[in-house]
């Protein structure tokens, strides 16, 4: 994510409270941006899928704008990230440019995976986030791997890695927790703990659902934090980054609230009417300007003026990603293998790709 | 052989079950064929994640919960090694489990235990104990999902011996082989066509529930010229195809072999001999698919019979494509046409 902005020199002649308030108003103003940059981002990739730009599935991160936001602004641009398949915004906070994650979903050549990996399965080795994951709970034990080697190559980066409250119940969740404490891994799990698996509850997933006190079976520390504040979201990652960072594994759980369907094809009528109409008082970007009004951080103008400006971007977001070309199909083969590998078995019969060899030893 | 109406005596107080022919769809024939089971004997139970209130990612344990209790219907952990494994241990108790697994992808986390204890446990204990479960996995593409969500991976549980493979192709095939899995003393993989869920046919719900479906291969269409050989999802497609070749004045047999193993290598014999020609079709990779098992047998059974090798269409050697790609990847009935053809130029 963007730093905020720097002190210039007129400010500089300020006193030193209201320079570092200025320097807090900045970054609240970013946390907003940024929140509000997800929240947009998302219900237009909602609106592309439901008009068919976008295929696969599509998990979105309305309700954990704060939670992201919060967490991103823990790390460093060098450290490592893994998430699941709920990742957009954790692509786009990351500092990977909105542009080429909505081309992504629409499955475009210009996209974070070339088109290839899909909402679910984003790669930016550039940007270190080293993938979305759809299977639940794969990227545990690899992020686990990452860390390792950060240890054996003494490394100062962490790798944070978020997974969801349903993906504890999970085998490589007890695995990579437990191999991270041993080893004293610098990494920081993250459980985005939004009270749902697909359709059901933490309390019918997890014995322990207080999901954070799973780590005292590793001897980890770990913490719960309000997933709806980015600033309690951002000093608790903080304080379990740099306990990473000094070879100490944490997990970090981070409530949160997810605000619609489990995927955008999911009506989620599991939920009760009550239930929805708590989730409508929940939002964390409706609370966290309504904070920022209050605290006098920004003004109305101000908010509606960021309103706009983020509405005009994804626009522009939308439209890089409409105009970037498809992959052609014939690049179908072309990454199986590292190398053009011999013997690779592309030609067959009923390929449409390749002209069908003829039958070998035909009479004539 | 019972048939449904004999079943129902069986089980008192329970209600009055649908009876009669009835248009289905293929995931409200599971759906149905599940019910009759569980109605039929108390010891089946199902086990899955969000099957219970949610009834499934495609909904085909809907209303079981409500039904059947939450003891019976149970809503797991994101847990699928801790599902089939458990399934396992209730298993050695006398139970008939049966697990939902949501996408063709997330079978993995269990493959260790079906591989090496679900598959073997009879083998190891000389008979002494039996492994009646059945695991269900909606498979196959079509559906615009991605990796882990279109996949076909039933070759690598063929390879396993001590497993059942099976995939129905219809509502009326997928009522009647849910409850055979469910009455087998085997362990069942339980393939259903995603692509088909939303098909509608006719299901006649006093079918007589036997062993026929788990062990013979179905004629679904006569024919003289070739044999398209398919099973699960690509029926559709053979059918189709021989729909185009029927207007081509060449005639196709399709055969659907609804169990993948053990095989009906007998019905596919037969089927050759007469026709001389055989192309087989699955949506899985053609690269030590199932298909090269037919192929092979094919080869040692009906040398003399052939009038071309034995073809094949299907999936890639490439991971799963992304949804726009799909199509390609998929085996279309052009692709079996293109296949014919070859098979008719020789
Ligand atoms: C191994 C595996 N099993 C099942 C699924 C299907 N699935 C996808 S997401 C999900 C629920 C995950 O819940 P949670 O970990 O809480 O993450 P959330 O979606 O709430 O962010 C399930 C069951 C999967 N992707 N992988
Ligand atoms: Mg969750």
Known sequence: MPAPAKSTAATSTRRRTSRTSEAQRAKLENYYRQMLLVRRFEERAQRAYLQAYIGGYCHLNLGEEAAIVGLLDALDPHDYLFTNYREHGYAIAKGIEPERVMAELYGRTDGVSKGWGGSMHMFDVEHRL??????????????????????????????????????????????????????????????????????????????????????AAYRMPSARVDGADPEATASAALQAVEAARGGTPYLLEVMTERLRGHSVVDPAKYRSTDET??????????????????????????????????????????????????????????????????NDSRRLPGSPLFAPAPFPGRPA | MTTMAERTHTTSGAPEPASGTRTLSFSKAINEGLRAAMRHDDKVMLMGEDIGPLGGVFRVTDGLQAEFGEQRV?????????????????????????????????????????????????????????????????????????????????????????????????????????????????????????????????????????????????????????????????????????????????????????????????????????????????????????????????????????????????????????????????????RVLDAVDRAFAH
């Open chain 2, 74 to 334: 149970v809503d797991t952990p994101l847990a699928e090694s801790g599902i089939v494994g458990t399934a396992i241990g209730l298993a050695m108790r006398g139970y008939r489990p049966v697990c939902e697994i949501q996408f063709d992808g997330f079978v993995f986390p269990a493959f260790n235990q079906i591989t090496t204890q679900l598959s073997k446990i009879h083998n190891r204990t000389r008979g002494a104990v039996q492994m009646p479960v059945v695991i269900r996995i909606p498979y196959g593409g079509g559906i615009g999902g991605v990796e882990h969500h279109g996949e076909s991976p039933e070759a690598l549980f063929a390879h396993t011996a001590g497993l059942r493979v099976v995939s129905p192709s219809t509502p009326q095939e997928a009522y009647t082989m849910i409850q055979e899995a469910i009455a087998s003393p085997d362990p069942v993989l339980f393939f259903e066509p995603k692509s088909r869920y939303w098909g509608k046919g006719a299901v006649d719900l006093e079918a007589p529930v036997g062993t026929d479906t788990l062990n013979t291969a179905h004629v679904v269409r006569q024919g003289t010229d070739v044999t398209l050989v398919a099973y699960g999802p690509s029926v559709a497609t053979a059918i189709k195809t021989a729909d185009a070749l029927a207007e081509e004045g060449r005639s196709a047999e399709v055969l659907d072999l609804r169990a993948i193993s053990p095989i009906d290598t007998a019905a596919v014999v037969a089927s050759v001999r007469k026709t001389g020609r055989c192309v087989v079709i699955h949506e899985a990779p053609v690269f030590f698919g199932a298909g090269a098992e037919i192929a092979a047998r094919v080869t040692e059974e009906c040398f003399y019979a052939l009038e071309a090798p034995v073809l094949r269409v299907g999936g890639f050697h490439t991971p799963y494509p992304v949804a726009k790609h799909e199509h390609e990847y998929l085996p279309s009935v052009d």
């Open chain 1, 130 to 215: 080293l993938g979305g994951y759809g299977i639940v709970g794969g990227q545990l034990p690899i992020a686990t791997g990452t860390a390792l080697a950060l240890q054996y190559q003494d490394r100062s980066e962490v790798v944070m890695c978020t997974m969801g409250d349903g993906t504890t119940a999970i085998g490589a969740f007890h695995e990579s927790l437990n191999l991270a404490a041993l080893w004293k891994l610098p990494i920081v799990y993250v459980i985005i703990n939004n009270g749902l698996g697909m359709g059901t509850d933490v309390a019918h997933a997890s014995a322990e659902p207080e999901l954070y006190k799973r780590a």
């Open chain 1, 277 to 342: 109409t708590r989730l409508k008082g929940a939002d964390p970007v409706v609370l966290f300007a309504a904070r920022l009004l209050e605290r006098g951080v920004l003004d109305q103008a101000a908010l509606d003026v960021i309103d706009t400006e983020t509405a005009a971007r994804i626009d522009a977001v939308a439209q890089f990603a409409e105009a970037s070309p498809e992959p052609d199909v014939s690049t179908l083969f072309d990454h199986t293998y590292a190398t053009p590998v011999p």
